[in-house]
């Protein structure tokens, strides 16, 4: 709800504000500020004059959808190619059945793709991703024929 308040009002807002306009303490706003700022997808400001911290969010979505993608690779997808990596690597792993191995490293080698496929993603310049995932429908539609 913060985040989006953030978004949609689009301008620099301090948590008693915040906590007033949706109705919730300050402290659970504080905390859920302090988890935003954790994601990078708030920041603290400081306007002239007032020595409170105010907090503001980016305002273009694809920039936002940058953020989300790149914290989330990074905190669930990144450390699970890690621990698929070690189970293969392990001198055990070559005991396990070899369904289970076929299994894994097939899970491994497609999740080192997808995070390879995302980080070209994370790079490209927004009208380029824009003119990408607009393509990506009509590839859908021309694929399904």
């Known amino acids: ?10 301008r620099p807002m301090h948590a008693e504000e915040i906590a007033e306009l949706l109705q919730v303490a300050r402290s659970n706003v504080s905390n859920s500020l302090h988890e935003l700022q954790n994601w990078n997808l708030v ?3 400081h306007l002239i004059g007032d020595r409170r911290d105010h907090y503001e969010t ?4 694809w920039e936002l959808l940058r953020v989300i993608v790149r914290e989330r690779k990074a905190r669930e997808f990144d450390p699970t190619i890690g621990v698929l990596r070690d189970c293969v690597a392990d001198p055990d792993f070559a ?5 289970v191995q076929k299994r894994l490293r097939e899970t491994l080698a497609l999740m080192e793709a997808l995070s390879r496929w995302t980080d070209e993603m994370l790079n490209l310049e927004v009208s380029t991703l824009s003119k990408l995932v607009r393509l990506g429908a009509k590839v859908q539609g021309f694929v399904r024929r």
């Open 1 to 10: 709800q913060i985040h989006a308040l953030l978004f949609l009002l689009g």
């Open 43 to 45: 920041r603290v400001v």
């Open 58 to 61: 980016a305002k273009d979505p």
């Open 95 to 99: 005991r396990q059945d070899a369904a």
